[in-house]
């Protein structure tokens, strides 16, 4: 008979047991990996992307680059990213600018979460987002990312951003990467964390 | 160069590297391309904001269509990103 009770005081919690039960009543949203930004990278790449969540999620908090430059995401298979057919839209607002700008980027080789405006490099200029993506292990429909984001663009503005889009392409992703992909800023502190979220 | 995988500093290969810098001068060659959609794009959005003028129950003044017609030649004769970035827009009169 399978054991269901434990009699008070009859097990010694100092010691260590084995344990082949599954564990259940755990929370949907389950931390991967954590990058604490050292040795100034070029890129943050997560490897291991596989079917185990339907859905995944990265938050930056305070990243902070070498110099002006922009946060850029792009997605890769097995054997190599993909550089083409991202496409973004979204809305952004920097304070000072007392105005709304659409953001329109149809065919780009990264998905641009800066959108048109450059990260700040200075000390006290930061990145902060969170971003979803869906349908990552998909071989048909697309890759869809959903980003916001608050940071502070060159000449120390803040600015919001509000983005979603698609990467146009049937490839099974395994990995993704973050960085001023297309430029030479390099990323000099934060933290950046990748979440698996169960349905 | 380095990268960080999983959280783990390591030295990116030469093909890595080789791919970084072809993405900075694709990014490079790229740059007047990108910065005239970025014009077209806010002069479209500009012209949007006044198109309802243009039906047949309203009457668009002289302003307005002189307006209208310099967002539309406001691309004209440029050539290169300092080009683009020193335009400025032609201020909306009042409808």
């Known amino acids: 008979m399978a054991l269901s009770k434990i009699q008070a005081e009859s ?7 084995a344990f082949t039960g599954t564990v259940s009543g755990t ?25 185990t969540y339907s859905v995944y999620k990265v938050v930056m908090n305070n ?5 002006d430059g922009r946060m850029k995401v792009r997605l890769g298979t097995d054997s190599a990213y993909i550089a083409s057919n991202y496409r973004l839209t979204g809305v952004s607002g920097r304070a000072g600018s007392g105005t709304l700008d659409k953001e329109n980027k149809f065919t780009d080789s990264t998905f641009d979460i800066t959108g048109g405006w450059d990260l700040g490099g200075a ?6 987002t969170s971003m979803y993506f869906y349908n990552l292990r998909g071989t048909s429909g697309h ?36 960085g001023d992909i297309t430029g030479s ?11 698996g979220v169960k349905q | ?9 390591v030295d990116m290969t030469p093909e890595e590297i080789t791919e970084k810098e072809q993405d900075i001068a694709t990014w490079n060659e790229g740059a007047f391309d990108r910065s005239m959609e970025n014009l077209r794009f806010k002069r479209n959005n500009l012209l949007a904001e006044t198109d309802y003028l243009a039906l047949s129950d309203q009457t668009m003044s002289a302003e307005m269509t002189t307006y209208r017609q310099a967002l539309r030649d406001i691309t004209n004769g440029l050539t290169t990103v300092a080009d683009v970035e020193a335009v400025v827009f032609p201020t909306k009169p009042g409808a």
């Open chain 1, 11 to 17: 097990m010694n919690l100092a010691d260590t047991y």
């Open chain 1, 27 to 51: 929370s949907d949203l389950v931390k991967i990996s954590t990058t604490t930004v050292s040795g100034t990278p070029t890129i943050i790449e997560f490897t291991g992307i596989d079917d």
């Open chain 1, 63 to 67: 990243l902070q680059l070498t110099g």
């Open chain 1, 123 to 128: 000390t006290d200029e930061c990145y902060n």
């Open chain 1, 143 to 178: 890759k869809h990312i959903f980003a916001t984001s608050s940071f502070v663009s060159t000449g120390n503005y803040v600015v919001f951003m509000a983005v979603g889009g698609r990467l146009y392409d049937n490839s099974v992703v395994s990995k993704m990467k973050f």
């Open chain 1, 185 to 195: 800023a390099n990323i000099n502190s934060g933290t950046v964390t990748l979440y």
């Open chain 2, 1 to 9: 160069m380095k990268k960080m995988v999983n959280g783990v500093l």
